[in-house]
């Protein structure tokens, strides 16, 4: 019998990667997002590729109850998630008090609220089987200060230690969990965040979201706590230990410019 992966954020990127990754490792798999057209023609491509189950919910998750309907809807049909991938997220470039609140509301509310209450939902129905896993997308972000993103960085090192003080606490249990960090990765968010221009689309080098999703569920399958996709991330998030804070912050000012 098939195991079942529910992932968010699912129609594009890394959530996109991961459901073609996991349909191909045989995964039935429940997939959300807000945009129902895009999870249609999904589901239709990977039942006739990889002969699977794929159940699609178009679902905002910046809506109020929006992580119980998702929850909820599962229960009443009887699916149980072995696999729970929070990947959905998004950002805004733009200094803190010049951006819509609503936006900035909607970004906490999916980058932590909607994470954290699908792991709390999901997370006890594992620890009654007895076993599961969770794989949280995080943020090379996550590691330092973001002006001009200050939400977004706050959201993901939320995240990233969320994940890793229950990783401790389920130590001993059956329960995978890990917190996958990724640099930046050639996907829509840079569009939708409004940074096609600025200096970090110059200086940085991005992976695709076919190696961050491959490269993450490798190190899930090790049981790994904290994976970060990328020689280069790995050295540039070592090397920012040693450098004062307010100079990280000029730095990220700068590649948000």
């Known amino acids: ?68 309907e998702v929850y909820d809807q599962l229960k009443n049909e009887k699916i149980d998630i072995d696999l729970l991938i929070n990947n959905a997220g998004f950002g805004a470039l733009g200094n803190f008090d010049e951006l819509n609140w609503e936006l900035q509301r909607d970004m906490i509310k999916v980058n932590v609220i909607s994470l954290v209450y699908l792991t709390k939902l999901f997370i006890e129905d594992m620890k009654e089987r007895g076993y599961g896993g969770i ?70 080098k991005f992976h695709t979201a076919k190696f961050v999703a491959e490269y993450g569920y490798k190190a899930f399958l090790k049981g790994k706590t904290i994976a970060i996709p990328g020689t280069l991330n790995k050295i540039y998030l070592y090397l920012i230990r040693f450098i004062p804070r307010k100079l990280v912050s000029s730095i990220i000012w700068f590649l948000k410019k």
Do not use: W
């Not at 990754?21 to 999870?39: F, H, I, P, Q, T």
């Open 1 to 68: 019998m098939n195991k079942t992966a529910l992932i968010t954020g699912a129609s594009s990127g890394i959530g996109l990667e991961f459901a073609k990754l996991l349909a191909k490792e045989k995964y039935n798999l429940v997939l959300v997002s807000r945009d129902g057209a895009k999870l249609n023609l999904l589901k239709t491509q990977l039942e006739k590729e990889y002969q699977i189950e794929v159940k699609i919910l178009p679902i905002d998750l910046s809506a109020e109850n929006s992580s119980k």
């Open 135 to 204: 794989l949280n997308v995080a943020s090379t972000a996550a590691f330092q200060p973001g002006p001009r993103m200050a939400i977004y960085y706050a959201t993901k090192a939320f995240v990233l230690n969320f994940t890793l003080a229950i990783a401790h606490e389920l130590k001993n249990s059956k329960i995978k969990i890990m917190a996958l960090c990724p640099g930046p990765t050639k996907t829509d968010f840079q569009t939708r965040a409004g940074m096609t221009e600025i200096n970090l689309m110059k200086f940085t």
